[in-house]
């Protein structure tokens, strides 16, 4: 008999299937693997195929994304970008290998992989095998902060109006937090978020969350310091 977390995965398979209008496979033996694309001057990535139950639309455009159910007798996982010809007005471009690595799917596998980096050239990756509880009773939500920016420089997060580091003192580059529990009622409808240098305290950017009420969300920063930078919003369920 299956455990919870494998009908809970099982469910959340079906419910990616069922939105999907494309054509699918019928093999739900499957783990899932939620894939966020945060590589700079990158383009959308899709998963090499015959790997995952759905045979279209396996793709994560960048700062997005997407939660892929992959067969339970996968061993390595792959994404990347596809060759393109060339043209009479533009020169071919060659296909480019995001991540490949090995990988243990089962029917009970709930990974997250974030993908982040400087350039499609120099991908760097973080890997997560997840054992997050997959709802909360009444009331409560959960978030954890990822720091996928570029510039190798720790950052703090705090509630707006809370003092620096309120949530979270130092994230270094490609580190993560657990999960931390938050009121999810009437009175606080979202939560302001600021990411901020750990060392000098200076404002990188904020993100004011909707309450993702009963379940959880991971809030990734990306984009470069000092530059561009943003905040991909990624639901773990």
Do not use: W
């Not at 060339?86 to 990974?111: D, F, H, L, R």
């Not at 920016?149 to 994230?171: D, F, H, L, M, R």
């Amino acid at each position: 008999m299956k455990t919870l977390n494998s009908i809970i995965l099982t469910l959340v398979a079906l419910a990616y299937l069922t939105s999907c209008k494309k054509e699918v496979s019928t093999d739900l033996d499957a783990g899932v693997v939620n894939v966020t694309n945060a590589v700079i001057g990158g383009s959308t990535v899709t998963l090499i195929a015959d790997q995952s139950i759905v045979s279209t639309s396996n793709t994560v455009a960048v700062n997005n994304y997407a939660i892929i159910p992959i067969r339970s007798s996968e061993n390595r996982l792959t994404l990347g970008t596809a060759a393109v010809a060339a043209t009479s007005t533009a020169p071919a471009i060659p296909s480019v290998t995001y991540y490949n690595q090995p990988i243990t799917i089962t029917s009970e596998s709930n990974y997250s992989l974030f993908l982040t980096g400087p350039s499609p050239s120099a991908v760097e990756s973080v890997l997560i095998k997840e054992t997050f509880p997959y709802a909360y009773k009444d009331s409560i939500c959960a978030v954890r902060f990822i720091n996928l920016a570029q510039g190798n420089t720790p950052v703090s997060v705090n509630i707006k109006g809370q003092a620096n580091g309120s949530e979270a003192a130092s994230v270094a580059y490609k580190a993560y937090t657990d999960f931390k529990q938050y009121p999810a009622k009437k009175i606080n409808p979202n939560y302001i978020f600021e990411f901020r240098n750990a060392g000098t305290g200076t404002l990188i950017t904020s993100y004011t969350l909707t309450t993702p009420y009963f379940h959880n969300v991971t809030l990734a920063l990306r984009g470069a310091i000092g530059g561009s930078t943003g905040v991909i919003l990624v639901n773990n369920y």
